[in-house]
């Protein structure tokens, strides 16, 4: 601790970054071990990520070897700085995991009324999902100024075209409703005996909409569905849990597909896709791209580390506490609400990238999301307050596993802790829980037995 603190303070050493890997690791493990192990909870979700981002992604750099970096000029002391905070940040999660604040929280939450589902209601809500699911997926596309086969072939243009305005609402409410049928079904399925023919019509309803999804260009929209699915079969069904032994092997499949599929996105935007540049991105093997391009997702430390050193900004002072409500406001459309205030990572790039293109907005953790309100000091807390909400998610999902309302609610947004540690809260995955939260209450409201919370 004392090696990483020197490391804070800016002495440039290898040694302070690998202790800080270490520390970020036992950390970890020593959270998981108190908490017990299960592969979807919200603690594994949360460290996965942070293993990746300031685990490998560090050790990356001391090889050095760093694939992918668009946060170019690095230097070691800047690395140092960047991992040696993430340690402080770690340290004060499992504090405010491991502390009792979490569970009594949990236990003070609403629980959604009524354990069973109207099944006639459902079946018209299904039809309902699917109706505006197919229509906003359409008024999308259109939106977009390209044609559907256009879009499966250059998913990343489609994504640009469809991320700001009234676009991004649209298609986010296609891909909610487009979901929200498999989760119904699949939820509703849980609870009841298996059967081949429900599980074939279960597969083949989850690659169709996997299909649509391709076009909107994120690989997150890809692997969310996927570690929904093995949690609503790890905490929806009764009897033993779902081994990790054959969740892993999913997951990893699941991995090698989406690095494979954004080695193809990256490669076809602008419709420039060719066999030659396919050739070269492969030179090395293609296992070997699709490591590059996984490593390379997990930057936020290149991005925390540039914040550090950058910021404050001339034109920029520290936020004092301001993100912290910022993201209440980002559901609302800016139409309606021309002085929203922008998400983190477009406030950060336009400070620190004023000349960036566009094409897409870098994740800056949520460490640099906390330093850029109150300094170093705003780091401690925050790790604080994100241990005591992850303690507190993944005790109310324990008390009321067979619950499929509970289980609606959190399936589609099951990713969120990865990625509020990936760009903070004020981001689209805090919209996207509100969202959800929102349309969830919508439509239990109509399938559920028993009225409001309790």
Same mark, same amino acid.
């Given at each position: ?38 592969? &979807? ?5 949360? =460290?996965?990520? !942070?293993?990746? /981002?300031? *685990? $490998?992604?560090? #050790?990356? +750099? @001391? ?8 946060? &170019? ?5 800047? =690395?140092?700085? !960047?991992?040696? /905070?993430? *340690? $402080?940040?770690? #340290?004060? +999660? @499992? ?360």
């Amino acid at each position: 601790m004392v090696i990483c603190v020197v490391g804070l303070v800016g002495r440039a050493s290898t040694l302070p970054l690998v202790v800080g890997c270490l520390s970020v690791v036992l950390g970890g493990v020593l959270c998981a071990t108190k908490s017990g192990v299960s592969l &979807v909870s919200p603690l594994t979700l949360t =460290l996965a990520p !942070a293993i990746m /981002l300031f *685990v $490998v992604r560090p #050790l990356v +750099f @001391a090889w050095g070897s760093a694939p992918g970096t668009y946060a &170019v000029g690095l230097q070691s002391d800047m =690395l140092v700085r !960047a991992t040696a /905070l993430a *340690v $402080v940040f770690f #340290l004060f +999660f @499992a504090v405010g995991f491991l502390a009792k604040l979490g569970v009594a929280i949990a236990r003070g939450l609403p629980i959604p009324a009524g354990r069973v589902w109207y099944r006639r209601r459902l079946w018209a809500v299904l039809a309902l999902l699917a109706t505006i699911a197919l229509v906003a997926f359409l008024v999308t596309v259109r939106m977009s100024g390209m044609s559907l086969l256009a879009s499966l072939g250059d998913s990343f243009s489609f994504r640009i075209a469809t991320s700001g305005g009234g676009a991004f609402y649209v298609s986010a409410l296609a891909l909610w409703c487009m979901w929200g049928v498999y989760w119904l079904a699949l939820i509703d399925s849980a609870g009841r005996r298996a059967k081949v023919g429900r599980i074939i019509a279960l597969a083949a309803l989850f690659l169709l909409l996997a299909l649509f999804t391709v076009p909107f260009g994120s690989r997150s929209y890809l692997l969310g569905p996927v570690v929904g699915t093995l949690f609503v079969l790890d905490y929806g069904r009764q009897g033993a849990r779902l081994s990790i032994g054959r969740a892993l092997p999913v997951l990893a499949l699941m991995l090698l597909f989406i690095g494979g599929y954004g080695v193809f996105r990256d490669l076809s935007y602008g419709g420039s896709f060719s066999s030659q540049a396919l050739a070269r991105v492969l030179d090395g093997g293609y296992l070997s791209a699709i490591v590059n391009r996984l490593v390379a997702r997990f930057d936020a430390l290149d991005f925390l580390a540039v914040t550090l050193h950058r910021f404050p900004a001339a034109d920029q002072g520290f936020l004092l506490g301001r993100s912290a409500v910022d993201f209440l406001v980002q559901p609302l459309p800016r139409a309606l609400f021309s002085a929203k205030p922008y998400k983190t990572s477009a406030l950060l790039t336009g400070v620190l990238f004023p000349d960036y293109p566009r094409t897409f907005t870098p994740e800056y953790s949520l460490i640099a999301e906390a330093y850029i309100n109150f300094g170093v000091l705003s780091v401690p807390l925050a790790g604080l307050l994100f241990g005591t909400i992850v303690r507190a998610i993944g005790e109310y999902l324990e008390a009321h596993r067979h619950n499929p309302s509970v289980l609606f609610w959190w399936a589609p947004v099951v990713t969120a802790p990865m990625a509020w540690l990936m760009s903070g809260f004020n981001s689209d995955a805090s919209v996207g829980v509100i969202m959800n939260l929102v349309l969830g209450l919508l439509v239990l409201k109509v399938i559920r037995r028993g009225k409001g919370l309790r």
